[in-house]
């Protein structure tokens, strides 16, 4: 709706006009009010008999005998200029708005009264009076159509109530129509700042704009001041309110603009517009956006350079770190124990904890004039640094200076952070004493101290410790939240007890903590592994119904699990609901299925499967080239397999180990003994080491051949690999050589000793 309009229509005049009851003069002392400006001192007590008398006479004369009552009128015009301020408070001190707007209509009447300002203080009255009997919108409205009809011209005060009065009833149209039909002299600042806010509440963006624009301007006759700013910038980042939202630049040459007039944001709202440039990774800007406010002399404070720094170090960006300390140094902006704060903190992420430890260095012996006493924390960001880094006793060791030097008492995170370094370090009996000492000395553990104990006891193979500390916990009033249950269910799952991490899961709903999708997942990828699917199905659902939308591993997990107990129209469902949720299979599901049908030896589908996975622009991995290799071999299509492995050069993936025993394997079963060797030599030009799988594959292609040369050739191969023969090497071997009468081989071979014939037998293996 246009800000322009004209005013609606209203109901007649006389029904504001109508005759007052004398008796409600009564409350006249009840509906006292200051006025909105104050006598000279010397006047007060003669406005107040004058306002006293007047009162009395309104009281004793019927409103339409005002006009006639010579006393009325002595006493209110003792010349052509009545003083506003007696009119005005006579006025406010009515019983009603009505009883008023009777009274100004009777001023206004009067050959006498010269001053329209006299009009405009009495009107305000009446507006007053309007707003605190009912606070009615369209009173008011009525009020300001009268004050039109008889031309009585608002001042400054009224109109300001009519703007934020119609604006608070979202009336916004006519706010408006005052603003624009005020006159020009009196849209002053003050006015201005009203009218912006009640726009931007309303979402008015543009409209707000246009008005700040002509105040912004350089030689603006109405220029912003701090109460400008406080409504524009607090109404433009107003929560949930309507209307378009300025991008970050918009508001920077905003905030510029001001600045031109010497209005500047206080500290708040610039922390505030730095930190959304950071945010926005604008941290270039937000800098020279500093700068050029310093250049209009800005008090800029060192909180504002703290927000930048924080940035930075999240973003681990030290080199620029310095370069704005160095221009803070420049610029005399000192730090504060916030700044080398964020400095030790950064360091310490990026684990430079010497370089933290020479900040702290610093700030305490007052290096170029700064000497600052480092607090909580501060020492916590030190020994949660050296912690991390697996220097747990220097973090102990500056616990101890902390108490000792400074005078700080450690509290929850200091402990929570030795015990973290110790359970890291695998001192869990370490780490438990300090969770004793905490509680001795009076600090209370929280969650994370007893989520640390539990994972860290967890992560060393005690996971009925751990059980057993979770269960003291809850003994002791202590909650454990979804992360400490989902630890001890991932652990009895890693240990194949899914029965004890399904029964956590059930305590911890009946104990009101909600389970989130890491839970769930955690147990179905569990009860998968363990085979039992309809149980993982069953908490697939829950999963659904709790509101959580599964993802490609999660769907991945349930899909590798059917295939592994052969319930292939189970895997089928999967996939379909994949394609009805809008998902697309990834790489991991079709290595799955083709895993799975290469493990079948159905060669044909598997292809098939590779295939459509191409046509998705999926790049097969070298797990999806081993599962087609494993089914070629399988159904005895050598050359197909042989084939494929050409393939992986292409597609610039190099064959690993297993890659190789696959194909030499398959070539030695099918006494393709030669080729077998030609591949274990393409191994070790292409810096591939065979393993004993490799090695007994060739042995048994050698064993059916009966090629002892060969065989003692690879024997002294192993030697220089260093490759150990397992039961299934000595298996053959001893069958083999002990019926050829070669059993001194074996020995020799046993004992680490070379035994082919020639030194050279191993720079070309042949059979």
Not at 85 to 107: E, G, K, M
Not at 727 to 746: C, N, P
Request: net charge neutral; aromatic share 8%.
């Amino acid at each position: 709706m246009s800000l322009i309009q004209s005013a609606p229509k209203y109901p007649k005049l006389l029904r504001l006009l109508k005759p007052q009851n004398p008796s409600s003069f009564l409350l006249l002392r009840h509906l006292c009010a200051e006025p909105s400006s104050q006598p000279p001192k010397q006047d007060a007590e003669a406005i107040k008999t004058t306002v006293t008398q007047a009162l009395e006479l309104l009281q004793q004369t019927p409103h339409h005998d005002w006009a006639s009552s010579r006393p009325l009128h002595t006493l209110l015009f003792p010349s052509s200029n009545p003083s506003p301020t007696v009119l005005f408070q006579i006025t406010r001190r009515l019983p009603s708005h009505s009883a008023a707007l009777n009274f100004v209509d009777y001023l206004r009447s009067n050959s006498a009264l010269q001053d329209v300002q006299v009009l405009s203080s009495a009107f305000l009255a009446v507006l007053n009076l309007a707003k605190r009997e009912s606070n009615s919108p369209e009173t008011l409205s009525e009020l300001y159509r009268v004050s039109k009809e008889w031309k009585i011209r608002l001042n400054v005060d009224a109109a300001v109530l009519l703007i934020r009065s119609f604006g608070m009833a979202e009336m916004v149209d006519e706010s408006a129509l005052v603003f624009n039909e005020l006159d020009p002299s009196l849209k002053n600042t003050y006015v201005r700042n009203v009218f912006i806010g009640v726009l931007l509440k309303d979402g008015r963006v543009d409209d707000a704009l246009k008005v700040l624009d002509e105040m912004l301007q350089p030689e603006s006759e109405v220029p912003p001041n701090d109460g400008t700013r406080d409504a524009f910038f607090c109404g433009l980042w107003m929560k949930n309110r309507n209307g378009r939202w300025l991008s970050i630049e918009e508001i920077v040459q905003l905030v510029v603009r001001f600045g031109e007039h010497s209005v500047f944001l206080n500290s708040i709202m610039l922390n505030k517009l730095i930190a959304q440039l950071c945010r926005g990774q604008q941290i270039d800007q937000a800098w020279d956006s500093l700068r050029e406010l310093m250049k209009l002399g800005a008090p800029v404070e060192v909180s504002c350079f703290n927000v930048i720094l924080s940035e930075l170090g999240r973003k681990r960006d030290i080199n620029r770190m310095n370069s704005l300390l160095r221009e803070m140094k420049d610029r005399d902006i000192r730090p504060n124990i916030i700044t080398f704060g964020i400095l030790i903190n950064s360091l310490c992420k990026l684990r430079k904890v010497d370089a933290a430890l020479e900040v702290f260095k610093k700030m305490r012996e007052g290096n170029d004039g700064i000497s600052i006493e480092p607090d909580v924390i501060t020492y916590n960001a030190l020994i949660d640094g050296l912690c991390k880094v697996g220097r747990q006793e220097e973090g102990l060791a500056m616990m101890k200076q902390m108490r000792s030097v400074n005078g700080c008492a450690p509290n929850t995170v200091t402990y929570n952070c030795l015990i973290d370094g110790f359970c890291k370090g695998g001192e869990i009996d370490m780490a438990r004493e300090f969770f004793d000492q905490m509680k001795n000395e009076g600090v209370m553990p929280n969650v994370i101290t007893i989520n640390t104990l539990i994972d860290g006891m967890c992560r060393h193979g005690m996971i009925n410790g751990a059980f057993m500390f979770f269960n003291e916990m809850q003994g002791t009033g202590l909650r454990a939240n979804v992360v400490t249950y989902t630890t001890l269910i991932t652990a009895f799952c890693n240990v194949n007890n899914i029965d004890k991490a399904v029964e956590l899961f059930d305590q911890m709903l009946k104990s009101g903590c909600s389970a989130d999708a890491i839970v769930y997942y955690t147990l179905i990828s569990g009860l998968t592994q363990a085979g039992r699917m309809n149980d993982a199905s069953n908490f697939f659902s829950k999963l659904k119904e709790a509101g959580f939308r599964p993802d490609i591993a999660c769907y991945n997990t349930l899909i590798g699990g059917f295939c592994r107990t052969n319930k292939m129209d189970k895997a089928y469902e999967i996939l379909k609901e994949i394609e009805d949720v809008g998902m697309k299979p990834d790489a991991v599901t079709y290595n799955t299925l083709i895993t799975y049908f290469s493990r079948l030896g159905n060669f044909s589908v598997a292809l098939s499967v590779m295939k459509k996975m191409r046509q998705q622009g999926l790049v097969p991995t070298i797990a999806t080239y081993g599962a087609l290799m494993h089914a070629c071999c399988l159904a005895g299509e050598i050359d197909e397999a042989l084939k494929i492995f050409r393939n992986i050069s292409k597609s610039k993936l190099f064959p690993n180990t297993i890659i190789y025993n696959i194909l030499i394997e398959a070539l030695c079963k099918n006494n393709k003994v030669e080729v077998a060797f030609s591949l274990m030599n393409d191994m070790k030009v292409k810096g591939v080491k065979p393993n004993t799988t490799t090695y007994n594959a060739m042995f048994k292609g050698l064993k059916e051949k009966n090629s002892l040369e060969g065989a003692f050739k690879l024997m002294d191969g192993m030697i220089i690999d260093a490759c150990n023969p397992d039961y299934i090497t000595m298996e053959i071997l001893t069958e083999w050589l002990s019926a050829v009468g070669e059993i001194d081989k074996l020995k020799a071979f046993l004992k680490g000793f070379e035994v082919s014939p020639s030194d050279d037998a191993l720079e070309t293996l042949q059979v």
